[in-house]
């Protein structure tokens, strides 16, 4: 996937659930993985031609896994100008020493959104960009159906009133193959995760049953979404189709 094709879908999300307004000031949140270096090339490149004006910055929470380097991903925002802030915390050594926990993702999750949150307030920003894309949103509805029996999904737009923060997705029509690609062309210095449950959990088996169904069944994965969109799921803001 080339730059220009990433833009126009990020623009599409952006126009229609009108994540982005006139003097916004959006934190990227930065895993160090393909996906959310992909999400700070797409807001990077918008920010030069979008009409509605806005600041960008990254951040990233470092768990404190030893050996995880960070400078490849400070030395991308230094030449893309975006300011970038890193922020310790001992969440590992919490998950896996003190509390010894067997399932760690959902607290994981919980802790590390509170450390990203709390950063994105300190640096003044108004909204944060999460690296959600296309393949994240159907896989998270079909965990959704299977344990929880409830049809739902990640919303592309969220505001959190405790913390008068707002959440977008701009990735939300981007595939993970055209992620995959954008990084092997664009050659992004992604940080591999050294999270020890990393490919072992829910999300991992949503994502090889999402595989099979479309395998067996062309076309699935699309219709999923499809019926997402569609689907006037509680939470998700009135989508503004665009006319072409």
Not at 178 to 194: A, M, Q, R
Not at 207 to 229: D, S, W, Y
Request: include cysteine; charged fraction near 30%.
């Amino acid at each position: 996937m080339k730059l220009q094709q990433l833009l126009s879908y990020t623009r599409k999300a952006v126009d229609e659930y009108q994540m982005i307004e006139e003097g916004d000031h959006i934190a990227v949140g930065i895993s160090g993985g393909k996906d959310s270096l992909t999400l700070l090339y797409a807001l990077h490149g918008l920010k030069r031609f979008y009409p509605k004006k806005f600041e960008l910055s990254a951040i990233t929470v470092d768990l404190g896994y030893e050996e995880f380097h960070l400078e490849p991903i400070e030395k991308l925002c230094a030449q893309l100008e975006v300011p970038y802030k890193i922020v310790r915390t001992d969440i590992a050594h919490i998950l896996f020493e003190e509390r010894k926990e067997s399932n760690p993702c959902s607290l994981c999750a919980k802790m590390r959104k509170g450390a990203l949150n709390d950063a994105v307030k300190d640096m003044g920003c108004n909204k944060v960009a999460y690296a959600h894309h296309k393949d994240d949103i159907i896989e998270t509805m079909l965990l959704s159906l299977i344990f929880e029996g409830r049809f739902h999904s990640f919303s592309p737009k969220t505001y959190l009133d405790r913390m008068d923060l707002t959440v977008i997705r701009p990735m939300m029509f981007v595939d993970e193959m055209d992620v995959i690609g954008f990084k092997n062309k664009y050659d992004l210095p992604v940080v591999k995760s050294k999270c020890p449950v990393d490919g072992h959990t829910k999300r991992q088996y949503a994502k090889e049953l999402v595989r099979q169904l479309n395998q067996e069944h062309p076309g699935a994965k699309e219709r999923m979404f499809t019926a997402i969109l569609n689907g006037k799921i509680n939470g998700w803001p009135e989508r503004t189709l665009q006319k072409r």
